[in-house]
């Protein structure tokens, strides 16, 4: 499938996707893109940010197609348990925190228990080695447990700025990949 007849929701985690972000990016780049928008980045609520991901999808017109990270990709596995229309074509799922693990910040908390149901759609999970919020081992055992095509991407750290991730040229093939088997 081409990117332009899917719409194309980004969905950013705790703190949301800065401008030089590469969520921020993709989302100006990509005609069909849109950034979920959530009432506040730094206090999430998981039934808030469920909602606003779920309003959009049904306000989309296209096939649609999630590029969820971090806090984003946890909200994209709550949204998945409401989905009852086959709306939804694909999801790009980038380093989900693993929120049994003692280091996550209070206001994502709340989110957990991570839902481990299969996604009812395709998927695409990239992983990172050395993600200070999620194991390589948990992270693995997400992408089984949802059904996606797991990518262990090496030593990302968390795929964000403070990890040096800016454009993400290669995360940007990965879902063209992602797209192409759509």
């Known amino acids: 499938m081409k990117i332009s007849e899917a719409d194309i929701l980004v969905i950013p985690g705790f703190q949301g996707s800065p401008e030089g972000h ?58 998945a348990q409401k989905l009852t229309d086959t709306k939804v074509i694909g ?18 908390k709340s989110f957990a228990p991570t839902p481990m149901d299969p996604l009812p759609f395709p998927s695409t999970y990239i992983a990172s080695s050395n993600d ?9 055992a997400m992408a089984s447990a949802w059904g996606s095509a797991f990518n262990n991407a090496g030593e990302l750290g968390h795929v964000n700025r403070t990890s040096g991730f800016g454009a993400w040229p290669e995360g940007l093939m990965a879902f063209a990949n992602l797209m192409k088997r759509l």
């Open 22 to 79: 590469w969520q921020h990016g993709w989302a100006q780049k990509m005609p069909t893109a849109r950034m979920v928008k959530q009432n506040d980045w730094d206090k999430p609520v998981l039934d808030e940010w469920v909602n606003a991901v779920h309003q959009q999808i049904l306000l989309s017109t296209r096939p649609v197609v999630l590029v969820g990270h971090s806090l984003g990709v946890t909200t994209i596995a709550h949204v």
């Open 91 to 108: 999801g790009f799922l980038v380093v989900p925190p693993d929120l049994e693990q003692d280091n996550q910040p209070d206001e994502v």
């Open 132 to 140: 200070p919020f999620c194991s390589i081992e948990a992270a693995a």
